[in-house]
């Protein structure tokens, strides 16, 4: 994994995936007490930056095998990213998603064109044999959501924006706050500063409970949370990091910022309120870190990404009313 | 007016606003019968397009001129556009608002670094006195919301940029939806799409019961509306079109589309759901016409404006509800 292959997923998204802006408010700056700059991939397609790594992955097969088509297992924005991605290449779509997720994310999902397959969770096919079965049955190619070094290199585009983006405000040195699952939009991001704004340092943002980036980080090995399920910032709880992705975070990144959901909520409240961007809790931690753990940088300029694929109303409303009082 | 001022103006604005991208969404084209595509300016600073009329004016002036400061009448997204590029110039800024103006925008302006200066509705002294009293004081410039040439010109910015973007999806032919208040924008915007894309056609969107540029439009002459006070879309009413502004619309602009503020509502609602974008009721009108008022559209596409520069929580809660059931 290199810039060359992040560049060549560029190249392949242009005139399909959106290049975000940056933004910012002086708002955000006084809380912070510090510049805080936004890139709100929730302006992406499909509402994440889930988009460009499921195009990268995509756009990266043989003409063949994309015609067959694609699979995945997700119950959020990977699932998305992919469904949309492949029907705009002509190509079916797959998502093997858990029975109980939330009928938003079915209906997205759905609405995208994606044939979805539910599994019952310990149910009598696991949902890794329900996929083999499907995949061999229509020769479907698996997407993983982060070890996948297509979609890393799709999801590193978001990176190369924001070298550019920060260049032209005349800032080279910045943290750069990543909301943090499986590592794979980590990853990403830390291999395009690397090489195109190397005085950014790429800091992992995540829940509480759910810190197995930071932990491993720490450890220098990869660890595991205590569960999988639950929590307001299910965007991006995944069981521990990804074999591809935790060698390159643990080369490029860290030290991880960790925060509560209130802080989550009350982040998304305040990109509402600042940036007119609407954010899901997962997608908002990196925010939430830039304002409420400023002891924790050192650099004047913070950068962070949010995004807001499947963002649940009731959700939001508990956000808002952060605001009141 | 025409598209050298605006030109000069993008000049002026270049590294200070932002250029807001041109989102979509398939769900909002399937409610819509056709292409839509939003630009979205409540991610422009300060929330709306205002800021680019407000640097536009300000930058405009000559540097003794500014350096004795400015003021404006405004009680919203003006205010607010017109205080940021100001502070930024190092000038000062008097913003004259009414004594009832919700507290939102009151402390946002002050927020700004503006003076806000309080007048009586009805009271002894009218705003317009205190201005005048104030201006000859201080030596302060008046930059008014939309009957001036430079703010016209700063928000034909967004026309150029409409027109970029919608040529880089290849689009040329479509109908261009605008928030109109005194017509500031939808002026600007309609000198710009003559020059850089004449087969698009601008139409003013409008609240119900506000809606004195589609009735100016139709009669031939300066109409206004039966009140002025009152609506939900506050942020875009103003009593007639403006004596600057009604010559462009009534020669490039029309005709009109009038929505409901239900349908304003409905309006902010998908664009959270669809776009993760936040717009207040006046700045949702042109996309309320949009997807709600497809018998009046011939274009395949419909562009679209959206802005939101002071969004009450408890107006975007009613919004949400009617994402429900």
Known sequence: MDITRIEAAAARLKGHARRT???????????????????????????SFKFRGGWSAVSALPEAERKRGVIAFSSGNHAQ????????????????????????????????????????????????????????????????????????????????????????????????????????????????LEARAPGMQVRPAEPEGYDDTARSLRAGERLSNATEAGGLCDAILTPMPGALTFPITSRLCGPGVVVSEEEALRAMALAFRHLKVVAEPGGAVALAGALFHGDAHEAETVICTISGGNV???????ALATLKG
């Open 312 to 318: 649940d109303e009731a959700v939001f409303e508990r």
């Open 21 to 47: 802006p940056l933004l910012g408010a002086s708002a955000l700056d006084e809380i912070a007490g510090r510049r805080v700059l936004v890139k709100p991939e929730c302006l992406q397609r499909t509402g």
């Open 81 to 192: 990213g992919v469904a949309l991605a492949a029907r705009e290449h002509g190509a079916p779509a797959v998502i093997i998603m858990p029975s109980d997720a939330p009928t938003l994310k079915i209906e997205n999902t759905k609405a995208l064109g994606a044939e979805v397959v539910l599994y019952e969770r310990g149910g009598r096919e696991a949902r890794e044999e329900i996929g083999d079965r499907l995949s061999k049955e229509r020769g479907l190619t698996l997407i993983r959501p982060y070890d996948e070094p297509e979609v890393i290199a799709g999801q590193g585009t978001c990176g190369l924006e924001v070298a550019e983006q920060a260049a032209e405000l005349g800032v080279s040195d910045a943290e750069v706050l990543v909301c943090c699952g499986g590592g794979g939009l980590t990853a990403g991001i830390a291999l395009a």
